[in-house]
């Protein structure tokens, strides 16, 4: 913490005292790369910390500069005026860019916004409001009073705040709730929809974020160059800037600014060889995607790792410390009043195959569910419908009294609705702490403006949502894994990680999918009791699992698919003499004398 203060006191000194050792040419490179630096800012919010591609930047760019340009010059208003108008026109084209996120994704939507970008050049080159090739000048310096901005020593120190505060509000975007969903959803779109991340939204939010910084940078071109032409905001600065940020490394702010800055400097190196300049930093981009991934701000992490592995450290010696129960809820009505969970003749088709068929089944409140089946059987499917992943085609899913058949996932997340995955699926590049944390922040997307409004208030609720954390992985046996990424964790720690972010969702009702799967027998056994612990503080829960052993110990009620059909439901005692089950589940070369393989139901 003390090394940070020295760093950063450091650094505003130099950044202070620069413009003293600079000509003016050299002043109005460093004016400009802090410019691209904003820029990239804005890029890497949106490219790499929530997974969007997005090539429109300087089209953003484009629009805050021309905007600002158009207004002070056509229209006559002060530069402030237009500034601030410009900013609004640049957060609406963001809009309309992020439209098509709600529905594309990756590769279609870098030819999206790449489409876009290319619609903003031609309409500039060739519209008469923006001065056609030529371009408009004379934009007018911008005013403060007592400081004369015409001079770029000054206006130095106007963008030198400007980025500083750009930097600081992107920094503490990444590091609280908002910025832990975006790169969620980049990680895992889908797991983070089922904890009730709004996605369509989130993924708008980033191209929102990514419009207000080229806008901002477009304001201060237009007030530092007092010039915009088409060029400045074509395909090849759009290129120029996504080496920055992949280059930088765009998982790190900081990353894109040190991107930014060293790129911009080999581009003024190379002035006078464009040619070679364009090959050098395409082939530096290249290189770097296939040896850096993450760029030079994840050099340090991947060299650490690699002399770990060298020295034969394996990751972690895993022992899972015991699962602390949890308090027992009062009261509990096991096995009685009204559904918790209601499906009726749900249908699932796959183009040709019946995956479900006319599945009905009622779980009550307070209940544990199990379902089992052969591979195939349907089972995975009905969760997948039952959580929103699937629109049934036939059939509907009630929760809590309520019709939610075909609802988003996270519409039924904050229902109350929380699951695990058959394949885990974790937030890889987050921490452990931080996937419970995803889980745990209910705040809504469209609650985002407080970033703006009431940064304080937001870091309060982080402070508390990292205190529950703290908590929960206190609990589960996990604090010792807090800040290591789930992918360096043994399978059964894994496991349970995800057990305790779908339980840290605070769910009415909880589905797993094949907890046990790869798990050994002292884990199982653990296993078992977190479930029975979950069910008595007050959550019904859907097992889905293989390990007859578990579900014969821990459920009330059985149900068994087969062929995407239900053939038993009941006691586990009485499921396992059904002919039907021993036949579909155990296969004919079994018969009910051979059960004994099957424990006693020790309840
Ligand atoms: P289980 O979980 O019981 O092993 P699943 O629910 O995963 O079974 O699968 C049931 C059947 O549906 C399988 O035949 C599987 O191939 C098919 N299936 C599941 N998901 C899809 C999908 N997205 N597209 C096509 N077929 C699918
Ligand atoms: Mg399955």
């Known amino acids: 913490m003390r090394t940070k203060i020295a760093v950063g006191a450091g650094l505003a000194v130099a950044a202070w005292l620069l413009p003293y050792g600079l000509d003016s040419y050299a002043i109005h490179v460093v004016n400009v790369i802090l410019i691209f630096a904003v820029l990239a800012v804005g890029l890497g919010l949106c490219m790499g910390v929530a997974g969007q591609v997005n090539l429109a930047q ?146 708008m939010t980033a191209f929102l974020l990514a419009s207000v910084y080229g806008g901002v940078a477009g304001v201060l071109y237009a007030g530092l160059i007092r010039y915009v032409a088409p060029e400045s905001f074509g395909i090849a600065n759009m290129f120029l800037l996504l080496g920055m940020v992949i280059i930088g490394g765009r998982q790190s702010l900081i990353g894109c600014v040190v ?104 779980v009550a409140p307070g209940e ?17 419908v039952i959580s929103g992943l699937y629109r049934p085609t036939g059939g509907r899913v009630e929760f809590l009294g309520r019709d939610l058949t075909g609802s988003s996932p996270y519409r039924l997340a904050r229902a109350g609705m929380s699951r695990t995955f058959q394949n885990l699926r974790l937030f890889g590049d987050l921490t452990v702490e931080e996937n419970i944390l995803v889980a745990l922040d209910r705040s809504r997307t469209l609650g985002a403006w407080r970033y703006l409004l009431g940064p304080i208030a937001v870091l309060r609720q982080d402070r508390e949502l990292h205190r529950r954390a703290r908590d929960v992985l206190d609990r589960y046996g996990l604090t010792e894994f807090a800040a290591l990424a789930p992918k360096s964790l043994p399978y059964g720690i894994q496991r349970r990680v995800e057990i305790a972010r779908a339980v840290a969702a605070a769910p009415s009702l909880l589905l797993l999918d094949e907890p046990a799967a790869g798990l050994n027998g002292e884990e199982v056994r653990q296993l078992s009791e977190i479930v029975r612990s979950i069910r008595d503080s007050g959550v019904t829960v859907i097992i889905i699992e293989h390990n007859m052993g578990l579900v014969m110990s821990l459920c009330e009620r059985i149900t068994v698919l087969a062929g995407g059909r239900i053939i038993a439901e009941g006691e586990p005692a009485e499921v396992a003499r059904t002919p039907a089950v021993i036949e579909a589940y155990l296969g004919d070369s079994m018969d009910s004398d051979d059960l004994p393989s099957i424990p006693e139901v020790t309840k």
């Open 368 to 384: 544990i569910r199990g379902v089992v089946g052969p591979n195939g059987s349907g089972k995975t499917t009905l969760f997948n």
């Open 58 to 203: 300087v089209a953003f760019f484009g629009v805050g500069a021309y905007a600002t340009a158009i207004l002070t010059t056509h229209n006559g208003l002060g530069f402030w005026v237009s500034g601030a108008l410009a900013l609004v026109a640049t957060v609406l084209i963001g809009l309309v860019v992020g439209t098509p996120a709600l529905r594309v994704q990756s590769h279609y939507l870098g030819i999206v916004t790449l489409g876009l970008a290319l619609a903003f050049t031609n309409w500039v080159t060739n519209a008469q409001l923006s001065g056609g090739a030529e371009g408009i000048s004379a934009i007018p310096v911008p005013t403060l009073p007592g400081v004369d901005l015409s001079s770029e020593y000054l206006y130095y120190y106007l963008e030198l705040i400007v980025f500083v505060l750009a930097l600081a509000f992107g920094l503490f975007v990444v590091r609280t709730g908002l910025g832990r969903r975006l790169r969620a959803m980049r990680d895992d779109s889908l797991a983070a929809g089922a904890l009730g991340a709004e996605v369509p939204l989130l993924r």
């Open 259 to 362: 991107g930014a800055v060293s790129l911009y400097l080999v581009r003024e190196w190379l002035a006078d060889h464009p040619t070679i300049a364009q090959l050098a930093y395409g082939a530096v981009v290249v290189l770097v995607v296939v040896f850096a991934p993450t760029g030079l701000a994840g050099l340090p992490e991947r060299l650490r790792d690699l002399l770990r592995r060298r020295r034969g450290e394996s990751g972690t010696a895993a022992r899972l410390a015991p699962f602390r129960p949890y308090a027992e809820r009062a009261g509990q009505t096991s096995g009685t009043g009204t559904p918790i969970l209601t499906v009726s003749a749900v249908t699932m088709r796959f183009r040709g195959l019946k995956a479900l068929d006319e599945v009905s089944l009622t």
